[in-house]
């Protein structure tokens, strides 16, 4: 949830503006509504003229996360832990439920999935792909 987290808040859609232009990479764990909230956000960051690209050429990787019990939950978190080198955005359940391991691992700024998903995509910008340009869908 938004302003529950240990490395600073996006807060609202309008503070993404400061990722305009940015190369961005999206990452996307879980459920179909999950994948249906990342590939909102990718119609905001497009909009704002973002590039989405593989994570070698991101200046920013967002991870959308899924509360999971178990293994999936720790690769999630040895994900989070790995993106070291870039700045990085966490959404999804886990902001939500458990910021607390998310904190344990990296200090994400976060942002909150209900946001995005109230955003009005522009025509034409959503073809239903899902190709960020990297493997992680």
Known sequence: MDGQTCGGTCGTLESLHKLARKKVHLVSYGCTYNLATTLRLRDVLLAQGCIIVPETNADVVIVNTCTVVGRTEQHILARLRSITA????????????????????????????????????????????????????
């Open 86 to 137: 870039k700045e990085l955005i966490v959404i999804g359940c886990m902001v939500r439920t458990q910021m607390d391991r998310i904190c344990e691992v990296c200090s994400p700024r976060t942002l909150s999935d209900h946001r995005i998903n109230a955003w009005s995509p522009l025509p034409g910008h959503h073809d239903g792909r899902c190709d960020w340009g990297g493997t992680d869908c």
